[in-house]
């Protein structure tokens, strides 16, 4: 590792329709306060993408923004030799479906994915609009999911990923599960500040990034926001 | 009478329900009502309502102007306007950006002022490139004239293939949703405030009015005074939008601006309330592009801020922009966060290392700041409940 953590802020002029930015923010400042030396690395459209980070941030995009962005990272395939030696990325909204082996756009036509993780992602009969609350699966993190969440496309896992939570209130990938694991990837369809609303997943990537678990880090509009939106969701 | 009527059951301003049972009655009162008019649309993200009204300050040199001043911009708010100034011989409408399409087929618009677009309660009013090729198709059947800004670049791509266009250069720039050309998708090349695709033919076209810093440069090269009563460099680009629009309604320049100037409360906007000792200043922002134009503005002093947010439909439920908005530039002042979701506000203060407190009513959090001058920003809903309970603060 650098002397400082390193978290690529990937495309975030192509990839940042929902205000992606904050969650690179919210692993930035969680690291500084507890002097773990950390800083956002934006990586724009035309500029090769780095291999050497220690956490990629990819966010959510419109469909022809998305379609640029795999050319794009296929074209500088920095953030996938990261993900081969173990680096930690997070995928969110579009992130799911494009690291994904392909995905179909609401035009009816399939692209290759990045083949990052196993899964394939489609695109719904409906928009799912709305607060989302979901279960963690397999003791993961603590706490529930929850999160807005604004998208066409439905995402089925392949044996080789599991979910990240079973949804509560929402639609998530189908319907059912929410959201990916597979090694040190981790996506979910829990668009924009993922991260500020569920700080134990961002400490959970701290971890992976660092190897060491976080210090305990109570931040009060943290803690009064989730319990005003799980009351809001009805859980 | 149903307004009056609206207005006593203490249903909402009245801005709306006339227009919505006319509207039943005979679905084609937009077209009879705007026919035999000369009339003027304003649509875009931002500024609507101001330069709507600035524009109809301006006409206004040239005869009686039906407009509808209350940001009802949607048709039942235009039949509304219209029904209450039968006789006037001109209309400037401000029409919301999703019923542009079907406003635009109903009135034959001599003028379209096409302000920006940028990304708004995507919940709601969905991603801006879906808005972008709607405005394109409408704009494409306007046989009047079309006044776009060629500093935006989702502008440009709707306004380009149209019959005949006046192009502005506002001087205001929110680009962060057009890394990507919206025709082909390729990356946009900016050089200075010259921009191009880098595959395709798009890319800025000449101006024909130049907004200066405090002043205008007309398409026959005459250098005019703003010395607007309104703060803010977005004003300005409002100003030379709606100053642009009056002169192809016949509106000698010289008359227009001096016209406009004398705009000073928008719907409530900009207004100064007097509440306890605290003289707070009122300023509306909705979205990310907004709301960074504001925190330019505020930044001019160093009053401490109510920062009020509300998440309903009108809003937009999704309130993931907040991340969007540079609130590091409030870093030192003093802050409260305030309206129905001000936890979630606060949290992005807390991350931009905004010292702030929580008070969730905005009245409230005005009375609690030092005696002396506040700024109060508030999104859609928050702006408008406010502006309400401090109706008689002024």
Same mark, same amino acid.
């Given at each position: 590792?650098?002397?400082?953590?390193?978290?690529?802020l990937?495309?975030?002029?192509?990839?940042g329709?929902?205000?992606?930015?904050?969650?690179?923010?919210?692993?930035?400042?969680?690291?500084?306060?507890r002097?773990?030396?950390?800083?956002?690395?934006?990586?724009?459209?035309?500029?090769?993408?780095?291999?050497?980070?220690?956490?990629?941030?990819?966010?959510?995009?419109?469909d022809?923004?998305?379609?640029?962005?795999?050319?794009?990272?296929?074209?500088h395939?920095?953030?996938?030799?990261?993900?081969?030696?173990?680096?930690?990325?997070?995928?969110?909204?579009?992130g799911?479906?494009?690291?994904?082996?392909?995905?179909?756009?609401?035009?009816?036509?399939?692209?290759?994915?990045?083949?990052?993780?196993?899964?394939?992602?489609?695109?719904?009969?409906?928009?799912?609009?709305?607060e989302?609350?979901?279960?963690?699966?397999?003791?993961?993190?603590?706490?529930?999911l929850?999160?807005?969440?604004?998208?066409?496309?439905?995402?089925v896992?392949?044996?080789?990923?599991?979910?990240?939570?079973?949804?509560?209130?929402?639609?998530?990938?189908?319907?059912?599960?929410?959201?990916?694991?597979?090694?040190?990837?981790?996506?979910?369809y829990?668009?924009?500040?993922?991260?500020?609303?569920?700080?134990?997943?961002?400490?959970?990537?701290?971890?992976?990034?660092?190897?060491?678990?976080?210090?305990?880090?109570d931040?009060?509009?943290?803690?009064?926001?989730?319990?005003?939106?799980?009351?809001?969701?009805?859980? | 009478?149903?307004?009056?009527?609206?207005?006593?059951?203490?249903?909402?301003?009245?801005?709306?329900?006339g227009?919505?049972?006319?509207?039943?009655?005979?679905?084609?009162a937009?077209?009879h009502?705007?026919?035999?008019?000369?009339?003027?649309?304003?649509t875009?993200?931002?500024?609507?309502?101001?330069?709507?009204?600035?524009l109809?300050?301006?006409?206004?040199?040239?005869?009686?102007?039906a407009?509808?001043?209350g940001g009802?911009?949607?048709?039942?708010?235009h039949?509304?306007?219209?029904?209450?100034?039968?006789?006037?011989p001109?209309?400037?409408?401000?029409?919301?950006?999703?019923y542009?399409?079907?406003?635009?087929?109903?009135?034959?618009?001599?003028?379209?002022?096409l302000?920006?677009?940028?990304?708004?309660?995507?919940?709601?009013v969905?991603?801006?490139?879906?808005?972008?090729?709607?405005?394109?198709?409408?704009?494409?059947?306007v046989?009047?004239?079309?006044?776009?800004s060629?500093?935006?670049?989702?502008?440009?791509?709707?306004a380009?293939?149209?019959?005949?266009?006046?192009? =502005?250069?506002?001087?205001?720039?929110?680009h962060?949703?057009?890394?990507?050309?919206?025709?082909?998708?390729?990356?946009?090349?900016?050089?200075?405030?010259?921009?191009?695709?880098?595959?395709?033919?798009?890319?800025?076209?000449?101006?024909?009015? =130049?907004?200066?810093?405090g002043?205008?440069?007309?398409?026959?090269?005459?250098? =005019?005074?703003?010395?607007?009563?309104?703060?803010?460099?977005?004003?300005?680009?409002?100003?030379?939008?709606?100053?642009?629009?009056?002169?192809?309604?016949?509106?000698?320049?010289?008359?227009?601006?001096?016209r406009?100037?004398?705009?000073?409360?928008?719907?409530?906007?900009?207004?100064?309330i007097?509440?306890?000792?605290?003289?707070?200043?009122?300023?509306?922002?909705?979205n990310?592009?907004?709301?960074?134009?504001?925190?330019?503005v505020?930044?001019e002093?160093?009053?401490?801020?109510?920062?009020?947010?509300?998440?309903?439909?009108?809003?937009?439920?999704?309130?993931?922009?907040?991340?969007?908005?540079p609130?590091?530039?409030?870093?030192?002042r003093?802050?409260?966060?305030?309206?129905?979701?001000?936890?979630?506000?606060?949290?992005?203060?807390?991350?931009?290392?905004?010292?702030?407190?929580?008070?969730p009513?905005?009245?409230?959090?005005?009375?609690?700041?030092?005696?002396?001058? =506040?700024?109060?920003?508030?999104?859609?809903?928050?702006?408008?409940?406010?502006?309400?309970?401090?109706?008689?603060?002024?």
């Amino acid at each position: 590792m650098a002397s400082k953590v390193q978290i690529a802020l990937v495309l975030p002029d192509l990839l940042g329709t929902y205000g992606d930015f904050g969650n690179a923010v919210v692993l930035e400042k969680r690291m500084t306060w507890r002097g773990i030396p950390a800083e956002i690395v934006p990586v724009r459209f035309g500029e090769p993408v780095p291999d050497s980070c220690d956490i990629y941030v990819v966010g959510g995009g419109e469909d022809t923004a998305q379609t640029l962005a795999v050319r794009h990272l296929r074209d500088h395939p920095g953030m996938q030799r990261a993900a081969s030696r173990g680096a930690v990325i997070l995928g969110v909204c579009a992130g799911i479906q494009i690291f994904g082996e392909k995905f179909t756009r609401a035009d009816d036509v399939t692209h290759p994915g990045l083949g990052l993780v196993d899964s394939s992602s489609h695109a719904g009969g409906s928009r799912a609009i709305g607060e989302v609350v979901a279960e963690p699966v397999d003791g993961l993190f603590e706490g529930l999911l929850t999160g807005f969440e604004n998208h066409q496309g439905r995402t089925v896992i392949g044996p080789s990923a599991r979910p990240l939570a079973r949804v509560k209130v929402g639609t998530g990938n189908d319907g059912s599960v929410e959201g990916l694991v597979q090694g040190r990837i981790l996506c979910t369809y829990l668009h924009g500040p993922v991260l500020p609303r569920n700080p134990q997943i961002a400490d959970l990537l701290i971890e992976w990034a660092t190897g060491t678990k976080p210090q305990p880090l109570d931040l009060e509009a943290v803690t009064r926001l989730r319990q005003e939106r799980a009351k809001a969701a009805g859980v | 009478m149903s307004s009056k009527l609206s207005q006593k059951m203490g249903l909402g301003a009245g801005g709306m329900i006339g227009g919505r049972i006319a509207l039943k009655l005979d679905p084609q009162a937009l077209a009879h009502l705007t026919s035999g008019r000369r009339v003027a649309l304003v649509t875009g993200t931002n500024g609507k309502t101001t330069s709507t009204m600035m524009l109809s300050r301006a006409v206004s040199a040239l005869g009686e102007v039906a407009t509808n001043h209350g940001g009802a911009n949607m048709p039942d708010g235009h039949v509304t306007a219209l029904s209450k100034q039968q006789e006037a011989p001109y209309a400037v409408l401000e029409v919301d950006e999703g019923y542009f399409p079907e406003v635009v087929r109903a009135s034959n618009p001599s003028v379209a002022v096409l302000l920006n677009l940028s990304r708004d309660q995507l919940d709601r009013v969905g991603e801006v490139r879906t808005i972008e090729r709607n405005l394109r198709e409408a704009l494409n059947t306007v046989t009047g004239v079309v006044v776009a800004s060629c500093d935006d670049i989702m502008v440009t791509s709707a306004a380009r293939d149209c019959a005949r266009v006046i192009w =502005v250069s506002t001087g205001t720039g929110w680009h962060n949703d057009a890394a990507s050309c919206p025709r082909c998708g390729d990356p946009i090349r900016w050089q200075g405030e010259h921009w191009h695709c880098t595959n395709c033919d798009l890319a800025r076209p000449k101006p024909d009015w =130049v907004t200066g810093d405090g002043f205008l440069i007309t398409p026959r090269g005459e250098r =005019v005074e703003l010395s607007l009563r309104l703060p803010g460099k977005f004003n300005m680009a409002n100003a030379v939008m709606a100053a642009a629009a009056a002169a192809e309604m016949g509106v000698a320049v010289p008359d227009a601006v001096q016209r406009l100037r004398t705009v000073s409360n928008v719907a409530g906007r900009y207004r100064t309330i007097q509440r306890s000792g605290r003289r707070a200043r009122l300023l509306l922002s909705k979205n990310p592009a907004g709301w960074s134009e504001t925190l330019t503005v505020v930044r001019e002093s160093a009053h401490p801020a109510v920062l009020a947010i509300n998440a309903h439909e009108a809003d937009g439920r999704d309130l993931s922009w907040l991340w969007d908005v540079p609130f590091e530039q409030l870093q030192g002042r003093r802050v409260i966060a305030s309206g129905e979701r001000a936890t979630d506000l606060a949290v992005r203060l807390t991350y931009a290392e905004v010292e702030h407190t929580i008070i969730p009513d905005p009245l409230e959090a005005i009375d609690a700041m030092p005696v002396g001058d =506040v700024e109060v920003i508030a999104n859609y809903t928050a702006f408008r409940d406010l502006n309400a309970r401090s109706a008689d603060g002024e």
